[in-house]
């Protein structure tokens, strides 16, 4: 009986390996392997290694005296210098273990002779225990927490170990002494001890250097407590915490006694339903560390709200064991910086718990999840299991055995399946883990499933998977046959997305904002999954560093305020449209851009025009929603510019054909556009003899960059010296910042947007009331609504504290450059009347003379005669009396003192003067301004031309030039 006794109680203490190794007073020994190196309590060591225990089997030796153990319980014998069943009943009592019936046993909970030396009273000098106490009430005796008021003060050195290097006071919520760690550093190493305080029954207590009993409070709980909100960084160690708390000053950063082999015996209850960032050691013994620490957290009453692990690449740390501590020379300032990266840190999911496990397999000590279902690979069945360091295959063969589970690959989660926002396109979201320990998550289409599924593979393996030979359809049943309970949606395009719930939700690549709880959405782009929505800073450091430097600056505010103003276009059913800022290099345009896009993203936002037709398509689809800036207008190709303004105006591609003979689904996407160039759309057009129509120029408006400050594009320099200085200094503030504006903004859009349209209806009316006169055609008042709108963005963002400026400074800065893009374009009235108006006055400058036969030489020999003749030109003399025969001239005048008449021929006023436009709309638009002359309600005149006869004619009178800018 007292052999399978010993046999049990050896066996449950090789599962509770450091309780029992601290029981034994063989704590701050370090781990080498599958070995455990301890320092002999029985002698004076100076340095790690004689002593050596097994962690697999509990036996050892110490080199030194030639003293050996068989188990754990064999340790406790030789260190207590009792026999084996004695050390048993020890090791029984502080695991729990009810020792058997025995016959005049005089067993009690006190303790039994052998088992310790008697202490010392609290009065006396502190001292190591010669025999350390058996566990909490052993012998009378408990480790007291917090330690009392009257306790004396903890002795400062260790009577082996000397002075600690380190001492970290460990203490309750409100800040009372629990208990100590010192930290000792030598040739063998570091090395840890526990310094407790211990008291009697009778009301005797000591300092001893042993470790408190499990579950141990963590390091930093009163930090705990005078932060309730604030995130959690767990470090392992109290030298990486320490050093973290300086780079982390908004976090509460706590670790544990122990190290990694006592993560199981911390009390994490008080990181219950926080924010939990987890920052292991870089090695195998952290990682795995991180994983049992994932799962202890995630078995808690409450979990986390959120649970992460850094990547400690991200900060440059690649040697093995770098922590935080190994972060020399860095600041808060440079750790922010890095914190701002979407890789700096990866999500660790928190699995539901498992409703049942196999009875014959153990409970996994890492944060895992089941997957996978029957397998049919091999000769029978099996099961797959994921756990942190992989997929497991236990195959299961035809007469029911089942095999041991073998590897098949490394971390594949499946986590939730997806579809489109119309429920089609239906796809299996994963994470995996790289080489590097780098967290992907794909999204697996199940039409690649079809056939070999040799494209899953190669996406697999793209993003870093590692798979056992021959293990590749294991891999792929493994995925088809996942179950994940999670559901998302996924989309090609940002922006705002309806949802069943009678509301929408905002995509971005990096987030959602406004999603319905239990419904993750997903941004997944054709191609490469790189993109420009990054974040650097807050939103409040982008305020102070560049909101500020707008204002007075009322390109800039506008800029800024676009990008502020492209969401609002769903929810107050505007239309695309765009902005092009023209003026001559270097006078800061292509800087309000940079600003503008440091709202959304980093310098990696800005984009170009020199992009095909898909090309563009695929940009503004990627910033739907969104601001998209496009710079050097000049770079696009002047044959396709008018329909790439029209293009990207109208929200909608091109119309192709499927693989099966039908129209594929057209790109379609909301935005407001930011442009600059030398030139403006038209005089790009016109260099590919094409003419700029109506729709296309209210598409993209034109503005002047220079602010007519004589400063180029801005009008105050907040300081600087000049433009020059003012341009660096603010794109540089925008590459430092950037991002977080975007967010912050759609964080109160997707709460407050019931009222905007009506607000939006009321600042429209106010703005053209303001700008325009009643005269005003529809198209410059549905410019002045896209102005509107620009302002109303900018607006509602000073309203929420993000931009810095005044109130009014966005309507002000939409006002004077809507005044500007009125005034170059000539006019409140129709563009077209502009534009015909404008197209006959250049072809009568052009032509006038060489096209037209002069009135009173035609017959004349001496007259040359006109090719290509469009019609007859007649001098006017002062008295308004026409000249009709040479000798009512002085024929060296050469016309210089007389007006000018002009009578078109029919097919050349409608094919020639009139090309590209609707001829009666230019003939009517001539009359309503005095040009033409009608007959009799006619637009052409009946007239006996010279040479001619009788025959009809456009009658252009020589107003033909007056008042140039009227229109």
Known sequence: ?????????????????????????????????????????????????????????????????????????????????????????????????QRPPRRNDRHSTAGQAGQGQAPTHRNQPA??????????????????????????????????????????????????LLFLIDRYEGKGGKSFGQLTWWQHRDGRGEWRWKAAPAPRALYGLDLLAQKPAAPVLVCEGEKAADAARLLFPDWVVVSWPGGANAVDKADWSPLAGREVTLWPDLDEAGESCAAKLAGLLCALPVPPAGLYRVQPQAFGLSAKGDDAADLLGWDAGRCADVCTRETWRVTVDMPKPEKTAPANKPAAD????KAGGPSKGGSGRGLFALEANGVFLAEIDRDGNESAPKWICSFLEPLARVRSPDNSGWGLLVRLLDPDKVEHRLVIPMALFSGEGLEVVKMLFDAGLQMAPGARQKVIVYLQTSRPEGRARVTARTGWHPTSEAGAVFVLPSRAFGAAEGEEWIYEAEGSGLHAFKTKGSAEQWREHVGRRCSGNSRLLFAVSVAFASPLLYLVGGESGGFHYRSNSSDGKTTAL???????????YLQRWRATDNGLEALAMQHCDALLALDELAQLDPKVAGETAYMLANGAGKTRAARTGGARERASWRLLFLSAGEISLGQHMAEANKTARAGQEIRLVDIPADAGAGLGAWECLHGAANGAEFSQSIEQAAKRFYGAPLAAYLDRLTTQADNLPQQLREAQKRFADQHLTEQASGQARRVADRFALVAMGGELATEWGLTGWDRGEALAAAGKCFAAWLAGRGGEGKQEDRVMLSAVREFFARHGDGAFDLWHRIGDDRSPRTADCAGVRRWIKLDGSPVSKAGQIDESSEGAEFQTEYFVYPEAFEHRICKGHDYKAVARILAEQGILRPDNGRLQSKLRIPGKGQMRVYHITPTLFEDGDHA
């Open 594 to 604: 940079k600003v503008a896009c440091s709202v959304c993203g980093d310098a990696g």
């Open 366 to 369: 890492k944060c895992t999840a």
């Open 127 to 176: 001292s190591a225990p010669k025999k350390p106490a058996s566990g909490p009430d052993a012998d009378g005796w408990a480790c007291v927490q917090p330690v009392p008021a009257d306790a004396p003060p903890p002795p400062v050195s260790n009577p082996r170990q000397g002075r600690p290097k380190l001492r970290y006071r460990y203490g309750d919520a409100a800040g009372a």
């Open 1 to 97: 009986m007292d052999h399978s006794y010993i046999t049990t109680v050896a066996g449950a203490a090789l599962g509770n390996f450091d309780t029992v190794i601290e029981h034994c007073g063989l704590g701050g020994g370090k781990s080498s392997g599958k070995e455990y190196l301890s320092l002999n309590p029985k002698r004076t060591d100076s340095k790690l290694g004689s002593l050596s225990i097994s962690k697999e089997t509990g036996a050892g030796s110490d080199f030194a005296t030639g003293d050996r153990w068989g188990d754990l319980v064999g340790l406790a014998a030789w260190r207590f210098d009792c026999s084996q069943l004695e050390a048993a009943d020890r090791l029984a009592d502080l695991l729990g273990i």
